[in-house]
């Protein structure tokens, strides 16, 4: 009984910390490091000023529910500023590993 219990707590740990760091969908707006959440609602004038803030040496950020995440994958923004997305990655702090970037339907 016993083995079995700590065979169980075990598993459940196991599998626990592996969902933890697996991909997970964050919907958020495409902005740029020097606006960063000023640009929190998508609008054709956020990507007009993302766009021109990007071009002037900023870097792609997401932000999400009043909080602003850096981005490893820049490449994968180009167009998308001032956009609504849906970025799949693992999130670290204020950090996104970014695996994926799609323009969101939904806010989810």
Do not use: R
């Amino acid at each position: 009984m016993t083995k079995k219990l700590v065979l169980a707590v075990f598993s459940i740990l196991v599998f626990g910390c592996l969902a933890w760091g697996a991909d997970k969908p964050i919907y958020g707006t495409v902005s740029d490091s020097h606006c960063g959440a000023k640009h929190s609602a998508p609008s054709a004038g956020a990507a007009t000023c993302v766009e021109h803030c990007i071009s002037g040496g900023a870097t792609y950020v997401l932000v999400s529910h009043d909080k602003v995440y850096q981005l490893d994958a820049q490449d994968k923004f180009k167009g998308l500023g001032g956009k609504k997305v849906k970025v799949m990655g693992s999130v670290n702090g204020d950090s996104i590993t970014v695996s994926g970037v799609t323009a969101a339907k939904n806010q989810g």
